[in-house]
């Protein structure tokens, strides 16, 4: 885009083309099926102590030990803000 290359310095312009594949080089490209069935599994399911939203439960596949705190920073329902009583889910 013209316009673009006139804001930009000619010096910080790389001037061969690069190409990669964004999938490999965040190596998610083995993900596809598995990604989707994944989300089917989680959504609308409970754990065995509390219910949980499909982001809290795949909050939960996180490692704990990784960062200290769930990746979407989220925690437990309060007990009033859950709907269902807690039960097991069977498969």
């Given at each position: 885009?013209k316009?673009?290359?006139?804001?930009?310095?000619?010096?910080m312009?790389?001037?061969?083309?690069?190409?990669y594949?964004?999938?490999?080089?965040?190596r998610?490209?083995h993900?596809?099926?598995?990604h989707q069935?994944?989300y089917g599994?989680a959504?609308?399911?409970?754990s065995?102590?509390?219910?949980?939203?499909k982001?809290?439960?795949?909050?939960e596949h996180?490692?704990?030990?990784?960062?200290g705190?769930?990746?979407?920073g989220s925690g437990?329902l309060?007990?009033e803000?859950?709907p269902?009583e807690?039960r097991?889910?069977?498969?």
């Amino acid at each position: 885009i013209k316009w673009i290359e006139d804001l930009v310095p000619r010096a910080m312009w790389i001037q061969e083309p690069i190409n990669y594949d964004r999938h490999a080089l965040w190596r998610a490209s083995h993900w596809g099926r598995k990604h989707q069935q994944f989300y089917g599994f989680a959504v609308n399911r409970e754990s065995a102590l509390d219910v949980y939203s499909k982001r809290r439960i795949i909050a939960e596949h996180c490692h704990p030990d990784a960062s200290g705190i769930s990746s979407t920073g989220s925690g437990k329902l309060p007990e009033e803000a859950q709907p269902y009583e807690a039960r097991h889910v069977s498969n």
